[in-house]
Nanobody, 113 residues
């Protein structure tokens, strides 16, 4: 069972940046699929971006603003978020898939206008 712990959320002004971290309980070298989702109040959880097999895909709404990276030495996946907008406000969840899918507890990101 993979445990995921997110951190790095907070309050930021529009146009600002944040970097979220997702620390995994085991080596991410062997976890092929990892990524980030988000859920805004009253909305369904949606994909932000996901890495699989060495490639990364992003939602159109965050493309060119958000970047996912992996540090296998630290068993950590990052989500660098730049040019943040109020509509990026949501709880952000880390996701990993081996045989099963695993979720972190989420971290709140609030972007003020």
């Amino acid at each position: 069972q993979v445990q995921l712990v997110e951190s790095g959320g907070g309050l930021v002004q529009a146009g600002g940046s944040l970097r979220l971290s997702c620390a995994a309980s085991e080596s991410i070298f062997s976890i092929n699929v990892m990524g980030w989702y988000r859920q805004a109040p009253g909305k369904q959880r949606e994909l932000v971006g996901i890495t699989s097999g060495g490639s990364t895909n992003y939602a159109d709404t965050v493309k060119c603003r958000f970047t996912i990276s992996r540090d296998t030495a630290k068993n950590t996946v990052y989500l660098q978020m730049n040019s943040l907008k109020p509509e990026d406000t949501a709880v952000y969840y880390c996701y990993a898939k081996t045989t099963f899918g695993y979720w972190g507890q989420g971290t709140q990101v609030t972007v003020s206008s």
